[in-house]
């Protein structure tokens, strides 16, 4: 599976923004899909996933609320929608796949995107 990560920008605080990660790969149905970020001078940190079959998500405590994942197998796509976004979202953000489950540590993940970097505005 080979991931492209895109749709990072310059944003002020309260906008929005929406990333893209498109996939290759036939079994694209059958990953686990997430978003992941990384500041600088800090760890990579889970932001949300989306578990293929049952479309179930996850989402780290800072995202609920404002950011929402969702997939498009037709499109071997998976998005990730930022609104109200602050300061400290300011992120290189990467999109993650596994064939096992839903995981938030990042180790676990086998294929990854390139990055699309998010910047946000005070």
């Known amino acids: 599976v080979q991931l492209q990560a895109s749709g990072g920008g310059l944003v002020q605080a309260g906008g929005s923004l929406r990333l893209f990660c498109a996939a290759s790969g036939r079994t694209f149905r059958m990953y686990a899909m997430a978003w992941f970020r990384q500041a600088p001078g800090k760890e990579r940190e889970f932001v949300a996933a989306f578990r293929w079959p049952g479309s179930s998500t996850y989402y780290t405590d800072s995202a609920k609320g404002r950011f929402t994942i969702s997939r498009d197998n037709a499109k071997n796509t998976l998005y990730l929608q930022m609104n109200s976004l602050k300061p400290e979202d300011t992120a290189v953000y990467y999109c993650?796949?596994?064939?096992?489950?839903?995981?938030?540590?990042?180790?676990?993940?086998?294929?990854w995107g390139q990055g699309t970097l998010v910047t946000v505005s005070s």
């Open positions: 993650a796949s596994d064939p096992g489950s839903v995981s938030y540590n990042p180790r676990v993940y086998t294929y």
